[in-house]
């Protein structure tokens, strides 16, 4: 007879779970309820089980045990589901095998069967058999059943597998939290190498083949099977036929889970990984596929949640575009691609690193922190409003490479011949921008590379800085308010922190486990002293795919990717790869031999690289020094310097220019004698001498002269010196005798050669200018390049002598002859400044960044270099940008 010990329907509440519990003897039911499902099960010992089949009584009990459950688990699965569950951005869909959302996480008494399919393939032997070795040590109370599957023929799959298990699984590779002396370690070792059973995996018979035994060996053991976990370690394409076989054939039965843990690539865009999902959901439930990506079991990448969490109060409330300058999510790697080229090149840096761990790591920085941090419906819902608003990207934002050795290497090993060649990325930056209010205008600034001067990868936020230290702060006092405030995640980097924060920021808090780093004073990190951080270390970093091995078991989806996300992550980098399809990467030798070859500068929304590709300065959009300044603009255009801003602050900062040399002159040499061009484009440095400097300019002290001048009588309205006349000279007090127009027209005529007006000038020019030198020249430039009316293809115009000429060159126009100044009396000045304003010269200015253009005959303006004297450029920024 039976003993009741107790039918008591006990009702126990934890956070997460509702376990309600019906027990006689030790035959337990147990009901257990998760926030959006129930599940019930009856329980009891082995032991038990045994006897059950002789007392008839016991399953009776048991199941009566079980009916009061069942009313009691219709009663909890009718009320309310959660918000999440049915919103769920991944819930099955209707034609996808039913299966709760969140499964009952039942582990302990009872099997789970493994089963690694591509278990002899590279990634199998490197981590898989590994890392389930370091699972059954670590859960030691649960017990596996392992078998390995592939497409080899049995006997040599078996002889394949003892060699792998022999070699690839080691002791000394089991975490150091396992608690196990070498000799436990090598038992255990000889254990789990008895515990897989080989099996060839080609055919649906092969699965069914497969699954019998599984069933089996779950009868000889009379143990409950908990779950059934598929490994597919295979390519991507062979992953819906197996889901399909598993489907029909090999679904565990009763309550028992199913967990398929797939590899990347999960397409190449977002058509073909919708496309692969869609296959997968024919025969799995979402909850029952497992997307792995490794960089979510690494140590770095797990902190980043818990540490804003925990950090909500001290950073939540500067996690954001007010006080975050940019964020950097950088993973530089050493090695090439050598070996892998057949799958790299399909993919390339964007597809393989990029779109996944990278795009994963975006999203735990800049995602709001889950409600419910265990929550997988809240985790995944605030991942997918995140990856939905990063903006658009176009080509402009992104920089690709590809190193040098490449070529030979892909020739190597896809046998293509010598005139071919591939175009994919092993290095790229991608600049992204996120529309939401937290984000909004911060630049996220995403890099990788294959064949970089080192690997390392991390996850840097650069906070603003309002600070201004007076006195010289006492560093060793720990006074560090005035040092840059950054927060850096290391991800993977043995010997560096899991975490540091500047001493300029708050001390943040870290979970109890972690513990304080003490880093060599004279270290450094990411070239800031060591000192200036506080820093952490969240443990030793495990191999993370033991980590995420053990993640699967425990049912945590939050550690793999969804549907959703996948396909949210692909909508971001599908236009950006198909519009970089035609572009060709930059060459670059790798290493450090790579130099500053891939450095690259953020100007506004655009990413750009700082050097040319003949190696010369970008000069429009680098910066040497990597100052923000007026939106990131040089100091220097071509060998002078450069002064720019909106057309008023140009024209104001060349009067200004003006000014300071007259002052100078006038007061060494007693006058000032300047050259201004005609043209349009000096009207606003008239007007903007009459308005401001009318009555503060020295003009008595001044003599104006003029670069060039067209072969029209001066009062003519196209003459310069009438134009400046008008605008300028007739308004200011500066005596008649100090106005020296060009003599073009004398006797004879417009700019008769008879009339020798060129030398006429040239001779003003030596009688009145000390050293015949100008004190300033002014130069407008052409749309051609031209210069004073120095006009391209004209090699006479070059003559060293010629201090003034007569010029043919203005081909374009009504009044094709000019009389100018040469490049001798121009180069002589003391001060040149030219000045280049409007969007009409855009194209100019273009052309004048290529420092590589040298071609003076091109373009007359490269000619003009002072022999010793000062040349300045005055652009604006419809000109410049
Ligand atoms: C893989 C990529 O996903 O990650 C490789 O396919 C890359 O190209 C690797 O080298 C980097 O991983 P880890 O763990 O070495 O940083």
């Known amino acids: 007879m039976l003993t009741m010990w107790s039918s008591a329907v006990s009702l126990a509440s934890t956070k997460q779970t509702t376990l309600i519990f019906c027990k006689s003897q030790n035959v337990f039911a147990v009901l257990t309820c998760s926030s959006s499902a129930c599940s019930a099960r009856i ?33 909890f699965s009718h009320l309310p589901a959660t918000a999440a569950s049915s919103s769920s951005p991944d819930a099955p869909g209707e034609s996808s095998p039913s299966v709760p959302l969140d499964e ?94 080989y099996h060839m995996l080609k055919k649906t018979d092969d699965y069914e083949k497969l699954c019998n035994n599984i069933h089996r060996k779950m009868q000889s053991v009379r143990l409950e099977e908990v779950g059934r976990m598929f490994y597919f370690a295979v390519p991507a394409f062979a992953y819906a036929g197996i889901a399909e076989n598993i489907n029909k054939v090999c679904r565990p039965t009763g309550k028992a889970w199913l967990r398929a843990v797939l590899e990347k690539p999960f397409g190449h865009d977002t058509a073909s990984a919708k ?108 991942k997918l409003a995140l990856l939905s608003q990063v903006d658009h990207m176009t080509t402009d934002q992104a920089v690709i490479g590809q190193y040098e050795s490449y070529a030979d290497e892909w020739r190597e090993e896809t046998e293509n011949g010598e005139d071919e060649t591939s175009t994919v990325p092993t290095f790229a ?42 006195i010289t702060p006492d560093y060793t006092e ?135 590709v003949d190696g010369t300065w970008n000069v429009e959009d680098s910066n040497r020094y990597g100052m923000p300044s007026t939106s990131g603009i040089s100091k220097t255009f071509r060998s002078g310097a450069l002064h720019t801003g909106s057309k008023e602050e140009t024209v104001s900062l060349l009067a200004k220019h003006l000014l300071i040399a007259a002052r100078s002159a006038i007061a060494t040499r007693g006058a000032f004698h300047v050259a201004f061009p005609g043209g349009s484009t000096p009207e606003s440095l008239f007007l903007h001498l009459f308005l401001r400097m009318r009555h503060r300019f020295p003009w008595r002290e001044t003599h104006v002269w003029f670069t060039d001048e067209r072969c029209v009588p001066l009062t003519s309205e196209h003459s310069n010196f009438n134009q400046i006349y008008s605008k300028l000279l007739q308004y200011i007090p500066i005596p008649y005798t100090s106005l020296h127009p060009m003599p073009v027209q004398l006797t004879n005529g417009l700019c008769s050669t008879e009339d020798g007006g060129p030398d006429l000038y040239a001779s003003e020019i030596k009688r009145l200018v000390p050293d015949q030198r100008f004190d300033f020249v002014v130069l407008g430039v052409g749309e ?15 003559g060293k002598t010629n201090n003034v000429l007569l010029s043919e060159g203005a081909v374009q126009s009504s009044i094709p002859r000019r009389m100018t100044l040469g490049f001798s009396a121009i180069n002589n000045s003391r001060n040149i400044g030219v000045l280049i304003i409007g969007d009409r010269k855009h194209k100019i200015v273009d052309r004048l960044k290529q420092t590589h253009f040298t071609d003076a005959s091109e373009l007359p303006v490269l000619a003009v270099i002072p022999n010793n004297g000062t040349l300045s450029w005055f652009i604006d920024h419809d000109a410049l940008l």
């Open 43 to 75: 329980k009891m010992p082995l032991s038990l089980r045994y006897r059950v089949k002789k007392e008839s009584n016991k399953p009776r009990l048991a199941g009566f045990c079980f009916v009061t459950l069942v009313w009691i688990f219709i009663f």
């Open 429 to 470: 930056g991608v600049l992204f921008f996120i529309s939401s209010p937290r984000w909004k205008g911060v630049p996220f600034l995403m890099l990788s590379g294959k064949k970089l001067d080192k690997k390392e990868t991390y996850l840097r936020i650069v906070f603003k800085s309002s600070h201004f230290c007076t």
């Open 275 to 382: 496309k692969l999902s869609s296959a997968l959901k024919e025969h799995l439930a979402e909850n029952e596929i497992y997307r792995i990506d490794h960089y979510l079991g690494k140590t770095g990448v797990q902190s980043i949640l818990p540490f804003r969490s925990l950090n909500q109060k001290t950073f939540g409330e500067i996690w954001n575009s007010e006080n975050v300058e940019r964020v950097e999510i950088v993973m530089k790697e050493s090695l090439d691609s050598k070996g892998r080229i057949y799958f790299y090149d399909k993919y390339g840096v964007m597809r393989d690193v990029m779109q996944n761990h990278l795009t994963e790591i975006m999203a735990l920085v800049a995602m709001e922190i889950p409600t419910n941090l265990s929550s997988i419906h809240d985790y995944q819902r605030e």
């Open 104 to 197: 009952p996480r039942i582990h302990g008494d009872g099997v789970v069967n493994v089963i690694i399919i591509g278990a002899t393939g590279d990634l199998s032997r490197r981590y898989l058999w590994q890392g389930f070795f370091n699972l059954v040590n670590e859960e030691k109370d649960q017990k596996f059943h392992f078998y390995a599957g592939s497409r080899i023929g049995t006997d040599e799959g078996e002889r394949e597998m003892k060699r792998i298990l022999e070699q690839n699984v080691s002791c000394s590779r089991v975490p150091a939290s396992v608690a196990m002396t070498a000799e436990e370690c090598e038992r255990a070792r000889a254990v789990y190498r008895d515990s897989v059973t």
């Open 478 to 612: 720990g006074d560090h308010a005035c040092r840059p405030k950054q927060i850096i995640f290391f991800i993977g980097s043995r010997g560096l922190p899991t975490v540091a924060v500047s001493r300029s920021l708050p001390k943040p808090q870290v979970p109890n486990s972690w513990r304080v780093l003490e880093l060599d004073p004279g270290a450094d990190i990411l070239g800031l002293p060591a000192k200036d951080f506080n820093a952490y270390s969240a443990g030793a970093e495990s191999d993370a795919y033991s980590v995420l091995i053990k993640e699967c078991y425990y049912g945590n989806r939050d550690k793999f990717i969804g549907s959703s996300e996948l396909v949210a992550s692909w909508d971001i980098w599908t236009p950006l790869l198909a519009v970089l399809e035609d572009i060709p990467p930059r060459r670059y030798p790798g290493g450090r031999d790579s130099g500053r070859w891939l450095d690259m500068e953020i100007k506004g929304r655009k990413l750009r690289f700082s050097h040319d």
């Open 784 to 798: 051609d390049g031209h210069v004073a009316s120095l006009f391209p293809y004209n090699d006479a115009m070059f």
